[in-house]
Each structure stands twice: as structure tokens, then as C-alpha cells.
């Protein structure tokens, strides 16, 4: 069974950086699109970031540069290193793998973690 | 950019069908998926590519996509439907990945 686990949330300052994790089981992390996606306390869905099999990497708008997606492959996770963290950063973080679309490219988010919640606050 | 625009909320009596509406310029040219979120839960996907169904979702569960709209149609609705749902696409012009901003379904 396909199986993700976030880790790593907790309360960070403004300003501060932070990273958190995905282990991944059931699949292999390398050989699929994975992406994180958020979601502020009562609010809805927002993408965050994607990466491809093939390394190439993606990132929303509100983003300008301060985060960054990666993997390693020898522990099968996936990471979101965080930084210049804002209050409105504020989320829980869903790690996601991402199907391959049948018409090529990534698909639909098919399977989610349960989240870690990251807090931006003084 | 390319703006997804729910309905915040749709109310429907047991036993009844409860239509979502996902609004976007030619949305028909795009795929559209659906998820499910109940409270304290991560999303899962109820409809993918317009209108397919996972296994283990039921039947009643359906959706469409043409022109500017894409629709999730929940038929014979009961407590248990009872969620946020959001639908989704790739704009592959700017390889962003949009959520519209979710509709809460309530059994009444």
C-alpha cells in the first residue's frame, strides 16, 4: 500500500527557515511526480510545489524564490526546505504523489499524507 | 492568470442530488479533478479527468466539463457526503496547479 508520512511541522518565527519531510512507502519517491500542497487554518487547497521524475521542479507564485522541493532517493522522502518564512506561511503541508496524466504530464494528486502543520509566529 | 470559482456553499435535503459548479475561461479544454475533504481528513480524489470515478467511489458520485464550466453531481445525497469538495486543473501554459476555492456540502 501507498503510504505518506509528513514530519518536521512545528512553530518558526518570521523570518526563519525551516524544513520539513515526506517519507514515502508502497513507491518509489524518484520515479514519480511528487508535490506538496497546503492549507491555512480554515481556509482552502493551495498548490505549493512539484517535482518531476526527471528532476525539473516547479514553484506557485507566492513563493518568489523562498522555498525549495527536493528528494533523496536512499530514504525515499521528499523535502520543502522553507525560508524567509511568513506569517500567512501558516498551513498545514500535504505531501502528495501525482499521477501520470494519460494524456502525458502529471495528473491528478491521487494519494495524500495526513499533513504536518507548520506555525509562522513571534 | 486562470481563476477556478466555486460556489462557498451548497445546501440539499437527504436523498436528494447536489450539484458543484467549478467556473473557468473554457475549463472544457482542460482536465478537472474533484476532491473530497472531511473535517481533520486530507482530500482524496472523487472524480478525475472530468468524470471518472476511482475504484471505491461510489456510483453516485458523476461529473462533467464543457465550456466554462466543470460540474460534481452527487445523486441520492446522505449525512455521509457531508465535506468540502474542490476541483482542480494543470494550466500547462504556466505549469501552475490551481484549486478552486472549495464548497462546503451540507445535508440538511
Known amino acids: 500500500d501507498v503510504q505518506l508520512v509528513e514530519s518536521g511541522g512545528g512553530l518558526i518565527q518570521p523570518g526563519g527557515s525551516h524544513k520539513i519531510s515526506c517519507e514515502a512507502s508502497g513507491f518509489t519517491v524518484r520515479n514519480n511526480y511528487m508535490s506538496w500542497v497546503r492549507q491555512a487554518p480554515g481556509k482552502g487547497l493551495e498548490w505549493v510545489s512539484i517535482?518531476?521524475?526527471?528532476?525539473?521542479?516547479f514553484y506557485a507564485d507566492f513563493v518568489e524564490g523562498r522555498f525549495t522541493i527536493s528528494r533523496d532517493s536512499s530514504k525515499n522522502t521528499l523535502f520543502l526546505q522553507m525560508n524567509s518564512l511568513r506569517a500567512e506561511d501558516t498551513a498545514m503541508y500535504y505531501c502528495?504523489?501525482?499521477?501520470?496524466?494519460?494524456?502525458?504530464?502529471?495528473?491528478?494528486?491521487?494519494?495524500w499524507g495526513q499533513g504536518t502543520l507548520v506555525t509562522v509566529s513571534s | 492568470s486562470f481563476v477556478l470559482t466555486q460556489p462557498p456553499s451548497v445546501s440539499v435535503a437527504p436523498g436528494k442530488t447536489a450539484t458543484i459548479t467549478c467556473e473557468g475561461i473554457n475549463i472544457g479544454s482542460k482536465s478537472v479533478h474533484w476532491y473530497q475533504q472531511k473535517p481533520g481528513q486530507a482530500p482524496v480524489v472523487v472524480i478525475y479527468?472530468?468524470?471518472d470515478r476511482p475504484s471505491g467511489i461510489p456510483e453516485r458520485f458523476s461529473g462533467s466539463n464543457f465550456g466554462d464550466t466543470a460540474t460534481l453531481t452527487v445523486s441520492r445525497v446522505d449525512a455521509g457526503d457531508e465535506a468540502d469538495y474542490y476541483c482542480q486543473v494543470w494550466d500547462s501554459s504556466r505549469d501552475l496547479w490551481l484549486f478552486g476555492g472549495g464548497t462546503r456540502l451540507t445535508v440538511v
Open positions: 517535482i518531476y521524475s526527471g528532476g525539473m521542479t
Open positions: 479527468y472530468d468524470s
Open positions: 502528495t504523489r501525482v499521477s501520470p496524466s494519460r494524456y502525458g504530464g502529471p495528473g491528478e494528486f491521487a494519494q
